[in-house]
């Protein structure tokens, strides 16, 4: 089995920061894409941000120059840091880590930690 434990979410004010963390445990050989997701109460999930495992990066348009993932391979977490929050940043993040192991190629999903932009 594989686990998904995500930390680092709570209430900031506007222009703060923030940084979250995702860690994979279990039945875990490679974990090709690593990616967080956002979703804002009423509204659709989104992507937010992306990293392979050769580096690459992608970010949704509405958070690039604010935020950065990175990945730490050898403990197979990912990190979202967030800067100069903004109220419409408020939203339940989650991770999403496609990951290889004996049974295949399988996407899990955190259990989603909240973010809180407020004055």
């Known amino acids: 089995q594989v686990q998904l434990v995500e930390s680092g979410g709570g209430l900031v004010q506007p222009g703060g920061s923030l940084r979250l963390s995702c860690a994979a445990s279990g039945n875990i050989i490679s974990i090709p894409h690593m990616r967080w997701y956002r979703q804002a109460l009423g509204k659709q999930r989104e992507l937010v941000a992306g990293i392979t495992s050769d580096g690459d990066i992608n970010y949704a348009d509405s958070v690039k120059g604010r935020f950065t993932i990175s990945r730490d391979n050898a403990k197979n977490t990912v990190y979202l840091q967030m800067n100069s929050l903004a109220p419409e940043d408020t939203a339940v993040y989650y991770c999403?880590?496609?990951?290889?192991?004996?049974?295949?190629?399988?996407?899990?999903w955190g259990q989603g930690t909240q973010v809180t932009v407020s004055s």
């Open positions: 999403n880590n496609l990951i290889q192991n004996f049974r295949g190629l399988t996407n899990y």
